[in-house]
């Protein structure tokens, strides 16, 4: 999947997405998602942050974190999470097309970022979250084989092979994790609320690395 693909299948992410946020009453926006400390209104907030076209939010952040990425971003998101909902949703809509990843990252980082993130939003809310076949593939071959810093430290798919049942496809070697691909990406981006759908001999070593 060529960059241009992996930009476009982001962009229709992001506008699913501000479709659902779109029909959501005022207390699910308060409602806790599987992004921890974040509710759905500030992970909307982060997600409308890292589409900004000026990075001087972004370097303010930093500066009031001492440089800490990941304090920066929770700065950030805090802060823009302080607009109207219907800002939020409108500025995701509006900002979808926005091709700007951080360097080493690339175009993968940014989908894999909306692909996760919707699910933090949709599964606690009951919604379904069905993103397109290619961008989970893309998202991951991006944890698995890429650069997938500040999604998946190193070591926790050591060892691991990730059957995706939905795509026909694996990733990995090792003891097998299996499971639907979106379900697969998003625990190996941290989130363990997704173990119970996933099955394999492996799905307990990754069970572990999660809940230590």
């Given at each position: 999947?060529?960059d241009?693909?992996?930009?476009?299948?982001?962009?229709?992410?992001r506008?699913?997405l501000?479709?659902d946020?779109?029909?959501?009453?005022?207390?699910?926006w308060?409602?806790?998602t599987?992004c921890?400390?974040?509710d759905v209104?500030?992970?909307?907030?982060?997600?409308?942050a890292?589409?900004?076209?000026?990075?001087?939010?972004?370097?303010?952040?930093?500066?009031?974190?001492?440089g800490?990425?990941?304090?920066?971003?929770?700065?950030?998101a805090?802060?823009?999470?302080?607009?109207?909902?219907?800002?939020?949703?409108?500025?995701?809509?509006?900002?979808?097309?926005?091709r700007a990843?951080?360097?080493?990252?690339g175009?993968?980082?940014?989908?894999?970022?909306?692909?996760?993130?919707?699910g933090?939003?949709?599964?606690?809310?009951?919604?379904?979250?069905?993103?397109?076949?290619?961008?989970?593939?893309?998202?991951?071959?991006?944890?698995v084989?890429?650069r997938?810093v500040?999604?998946?430290?190193?070591?926790r798919?050591?060892?691991?092979?990730?059957?995706?049942?939905?795509?026909?496809?694996?990733?990995?070697?090792?003891?097998?994790?299996?499971?639907?691909?979106?379900?697969?990406?998003?625990?190996?981006c941290g989130?363990?609320?997704?173990?119970?759908?996933?099955?394999?001999?492996?799905?307990?070593?990754?069970?572990?690395?999660?809940?230590?």
């Amino acid at each position: 999947m060529d960059d241009a693909l992996v930009w476009r299948a982001a962009a229709a992410e992001r506008r699913a997405l501000a479709d659902d946020l779109d029909g959501l009453g005022g207390e699910q926006w308060c409602s806790p998602t599987l992004c921890a400390a974040w509710d759905v209104r500030t992970v909307s907030a982060h997600l409308v942050a890292a589409l900004d076209s000026s990075p001087w939010p972004l370097l303010a952040a930093l500066v009031r974190s001492g440089g800490r990425v990941h304090r920066a971003n929770d700065l950030l998101a805090r802060r823009t999470a302080q607009r109207p909902t219907a800002d939020l949703v409108g500025l995701l809509r509006g900002r979808a097309d926005t091709r700007a990843a951080p360097p080493v990252i690339g175009a993968r980082g940014p989908l894999t970022d909306v692909l996760v993130h919707a699910g933090d939003i949709r599964l606690p809310l009951g919604l379904a979250h069905e993103p397109s076949a290619e961008g989970v593939r893309a998202g991951l071959e991006f944890v698995v084989a890429g650069r997938p810093v500040g999604f998946a430290p190193r070591g926790r798919l050591a060892g691991l092979r990730l059957v995706a049942e939905d795509l026909d496809r694996s990733w990995g070697q090792g003891e097998v994790v299996a499971g639907r691909g979106i379900d697969l990406l998003m625990a190996a981006c941290g989130r363990a609320a997704v173990l119970e759908r996933l099955h394999g001999d492996g799905a307990v070593l990754l069970a572990r690395r999660l809940n230590p």
